[in-house]
T-cell receptor
Framework: AQSVAQPEDQVNVAEGNPLTVKCTYS??????LFWYVQYPNRGLQFLLK??????LVKGSYGFEAEFNKSQTSFHLKKPSALVSDSALYFC???????????FGTGTRLTVIP | GAVVSQHPSRVICKSGTSVKIECRSL??????MFWYRQFPKQSLMLMAT?????????EQGVEKDKFLINHASLTLSTLTVTSAHPEDSSFYIC???????????FGPGTRLLVL
């Protein structure tokens, strides 16, 4: 069975400060990991993914995430937050051999000017 | 990047009517599409997997007769909410991975309100 945990419902960070949105996962095989962002009343926008290769993955809008197999984590990071980064962020996992994504409960990021 | 569209973006209907939502992949083909439901301030819950040329696969607890799915072509899947009731009011989102690719691209969503 696959599962995803986003332990923080809400993350607040000051503009210009680094941000981290946490995600841990559980799969039976090798994970495919994804981060998506959702703005109000909109669908999800793809940010980045880890399939294989380098543990540090760089994605859209300056975001990056680090795959840590021993800690089963895939935290989303950005060195300097923008007010426009304020949105709902979802971590998702797909187990090898599976077709569908399993989503975390989401973390609302608020960047304070 | 790959673009997925949904139509309509918003629909209000009376209880007992049926509502059809379309999901289209605009610049790629998708043998598989996914339908999700999202309640306010909650995560996405997978409802069903739409397969081109064959029957959809429904998640546990999702009524297949209530939520009819038709994957008519490699670029179009439709979700029909039959005999809609107020509890069906929700945000419905579709996604599609380009054939052979891992990344799913999401439509903008359809907000359904059943009165």
């Amino acid at each position: 069975a696959q599962s995803v945990a986003q332990p923080e419902d809400q993350v607040n960070v000051a503009e210009g400060n680094p941000l981290t949105v946490k995600c841990t996962y559980s799969v039976s095989g090798n994970p495919y990991l994804f981060w998506y962002v959702q703005y109000p009343n909109r669908g999800l926008q793809f940010l980045l993914k880890y399939i294989t290769g380098d543990n540090l993955v760089k994605g859209s809008y300056g975001f990056e995430a680090e795959f840590n197999k021993s800690q089963t984590s895939f935290h989303l990071k950005k060195p300097s937050a923008l007010v426009s980064d304020s949105a709902l962020y979802f971590c998702a996992v797909r187990d090898t051999g599976a077709n569908n994504l399993f989503f975390g409960t989401g973390t609302r990021l608020t960047v304070i000017p | 990047g790959a673009v997925v569209s949904q139509h309509p973006s918003r629909v209000i209907c009376k209880s007992g009517t049926s509502v059809k939502i379309e999901c289209r992949s605009l610049d790629f083909q998708a043998t598989t599409m996914f339908w999700y439901r999202q309640f306010p301030k909650q995560s996405l819950m997978l409802m069903a997997t739409s397969n081109e040329g064959s029957k959809a696969t429904y998640e546990q607890g999702v009524e297949k007769d209530k939520f009819l799915i038709n994957h008519a072509s490699l670029t179009l899947s439709t979700l029909t909410v039959t005999s809609a009731h107020p509890e069906d009011s929700s945000f419905y989102i579709c996604s599609a991975p380009p054939s052979g690719k891992e990344t799913q691209y999401f439509g903008p969503g359809t907000r359904l309100l059943v009165l």
